[in-house]
């Protein structure tokens, strides 16, 4: 299992932004594609947005589309997930995971994970 670290996380009022990051430290992400997941308490762990290493193809779920972008930065060597316009219903630990397949999909089928890091939204 390759090693991910998520950062970023907090806390942040409704309406709000945050930048989560996800780095390799081991390994290059380029030849990777990325997935992020939440997770709220006791719900299931939801596949909100992903990035294709292959050709650089873009999925966002219905919940977050139009209110998070996803990026990918090389030279960095990290994943980005920018959110905005936060709603109390976008607090979970998030996840990134990393899997060499060609393209991503938003269902957990990732060979790597990053422990996760804590988004809650509150006023």
């Known amino acids: 299992q390759l090693q991910l670290v998520e950062s970023g996380g907090g806390l942040v009022e409704p309406g709000g932004s945050l930048t989560l990051s996800c780095e390799a430290s081991e390994f290059s992400l380029e030849y990777y594609s990325v997935g992020w997941f939440r997770q709220a308490p006791r719900r299931e762990r939801e596949g909100i947005s992903c990035i294709s290493w292959s050709d650089g193809s873009i999925v966002y779920s219905d919940s977050v589309k139009g209110r998070f972008t996803i990026s990918r930065d090389n030279a960095k060597n990290t994943v980005s997930l920018q959110m905005s316009n936060l709603k109390p219903e976008d607090t979970g630990v998030y996840y990134c995971?990393?899997?060499?397949?060609?393209?991503?999909?938003?269902?957990?089928?990732?060979?790597?994970w990053g422990q996760g890091t804590q988004v809650t939204v509150s006023s």
């Open positions: 995971a990393a899997d060499n397949a060609r393209l991503c999909v938003l269902w957990p089928e990732y060979h790597s």
